[in-house]
């Protein structure tokens, strides 16, 4: 689980504007966050499944929003991949 201060640091670098915390960018950052996180977890604890479903479910989530934002706004959605280093 990502921390307040880690969670701020994420909002602050992917926001459109100052009271910026919902939008597609914000979410997909947060999301490869946690994903990150929980993916050092997986690699320490094989056997967790719940665990697994989780982020196989967060992966899918990131996938939806990745689509709409590439339908919505396709510049964006290609700085949004290049600064995560995301492979689209």
């Not at 909002?11 to 919902?22: L, V």
Request: glycine content about 4%.
């Amino acid at each position: 689980m990502i921390s307040a201060q880690q969670k701020q640091d994420v909002i602050s670098q992917a926001r459109r504007h100052d009271n910026d915390a919902g939008s597609p960018e914000v979410q997909i950052s947060l999301l490869t966050a946690r994903i990150q996180d929980l993916s050092q977890h997986m690699r320490a604890h094989k056997k967790d499944f719940h665990s697994r479903r989780g982020l196989i479910g967060m992966v899918s989530k990131r996938n939806r929003l990745l689509r709409y934002l590439s339908r919505t706004d396709n510049a964006a959605y290609q700085a949004t991949i290049a600064r995560l280093g995301l492979r689209k």
